[in-house]
Each structure stands twice: as structure tokens, then as C-alpha cells.
């Protein structure tokens, strides 16, 4: 059902089927989306149920709700504005842009995958879980916040993959909310999580080493 709701989230205002770059990236992001799902119901089918039940409703906290709104509102308006953008706008990315488009949204989903390799508490929503250890290993040896980089990388390679520069500027709405999001996940983590703090310790950078 998601991916015909994109599939016509795409083409309704694109105006024309005959558009290769959407093509490429429909197959790109619902294969990536169906192995990661295949992977956790194999391996791993409690953090599916979690995953499935995400979304701003089922936070528990209202600026994790507000966030995910409007993170959500956000990633709509970035994939129907860069349509219009390709359907308007007879300057378009090189197919080697749009190709390192949909390179970018697999690494940000293979990241998502490492993550659920070694996190079994990554869940969809903010929450601190009872007994719950922190995974300083794989990813996490990288950054605090592997998954949310992971997701960088995913929206910043939708617009280029749809053949547009203009989505792009979409992340200067979603960066801040990102940041909001796991600063407050991190409060959350150092008040009911107490070896927390030593893993801040250990793994200082957040997103990206050497800079955030």
C-alpha cells in the first residue's frame, strides 16, 4: 500500500509515465525497503512489530510528536517538489547525478541495516526500554546516531534521484528537526540509561566524525 501511495505521490504530479529517474528509484527504495523488512522478520521479528507501529501517533512525548509530524510533512512535500520541479523545470541533474541519487538511499538504508544488526532496542519511537544496554559496537563505534545519519543520506539522495536539485533544499527543514530529535532522545537516554554517559564518553561524535 506504501508503495503505490508513492508510486502516485510521483506520477499524479509528474503528468507522464515515461520517467525513467522515477522508475529507477521506485525499484531502488521498495527493494531496499522489502530486504530490510525481510531481514528483520528473519532475525529479528520483535523490532519489526516496533518498527511497523511508528510514526508520530504512537510517540509518547509531545516534541517527539510534533517532530515526527512534521518530519513527515516535510518528506511528502520534498518528493512532489522535486517532481515539479523535473516536470517544470527543463534543467535537470546528469543521469550520473540521478544515479549517485539512488546510491545515497542505498547507503542510507544499508547504514539502517547495520543498525538493526547491532541495536535490538532501535525502535521507531523515542523510549528508553527497562534493562536496556548500549550497543557501542559496528556503527555505533562510529556515531551515536548511526540511523539518523543513515536517513541523511536517504533524503538527500530522493530529490537527486528524481532528477531535481530544488528538493534538495528540503533539508535545510529537516537538519534542525533531526538535531532536535536526537538531542531530546539523548536527554531521555542520559537521565534513564546510566551507562549512557560513559558511551558519550566513548563515542563523542553524534552524526558525523570530526564535525557534529
Known amino acids: 500500500m506504501r508503495s503505490l501511495m508513492l508510486a502516485v505521490m510521483i506520477f499524479v504530479p509528474a503528468g507522464r509515465i515515461d520517467y525513467w529517474q522515477a522508475w529507477i528509484f521506485l525499484v531502488v ?4 525497503s522489502v530486504l530490510l523488512t525481510a531481514y528483520l522478520w528473519k532475525n529479528n521479528k520483535t523490532l519489526l512489530e516496533q518498527r511497523v507501529y511508528g510514526g508520530y501517533r504512537h510517540e509518547t ?6 517532530i515526527m509530524l512534521s518530519l513527515s510533512i516535510i518528506s511528502i512535500g520534498q518528493v512532489i517538489c522535486s517532481v515539479l520541479d523535473y516536470r517544470f523545470n527543463s534543467h535537470h541533474p546528469s543521469p550520473i547525478i540521478v544515479l549517485l541519487g539512488d546510491v545515497l538511499i542505498i547507503a542510507g538504508f544499508y547504514i539502517t541495516l547495520l543498525v538493526f544488526r547491532e ?3 532501535a525502535s521507531a ?11 557501542a559496537t559496528g556503527p ?17 539522495g530522493i530529490p537527486l534521484a ?5 528538493g534538495l533544499a528540503f533539508m535545510i527543514l529537516m537538519v534542525p528537526l533531526f538535531i532536535a530529535r536526537l538531542y531530546n532522545e539523548e536527554a531521555i537516554l542520559l537521565a534513564e540509561v546510566p551507562a549512557y554517559r560513559s558511551y558519550t564518553l566513548l563515542t563523542p561524535w553524534r552524526l558525523l566524525p570530526k564535525i557534529f
Do not use: D, W
Not at 125 to 135: C, K, R, Y
Not at 140 to 155: I, K, Q
Open 29 to 32: 527504495f521498495i527493494s531496499c
Open 61 to 66: 512525548r509531545k516534541i517527539q510528536k510534533v
Open 119 to 121: 541495536n535490538n532496542h
Open 125 to 135: 519511537t523515542v523510549e528508553a526500554h527497562p534493562g536496556q544496554t548500549i550497543v
Open 140 to 156: 555505533y563505534a562510529v556515531v551515536r546516531h548511526p540511523m539518523y545519519a543513515g536517513g541523511f543520506l536517504t533524503f538527500c
Open 162 to 166: 528524481l532528477a531535481s536539485y530544488a
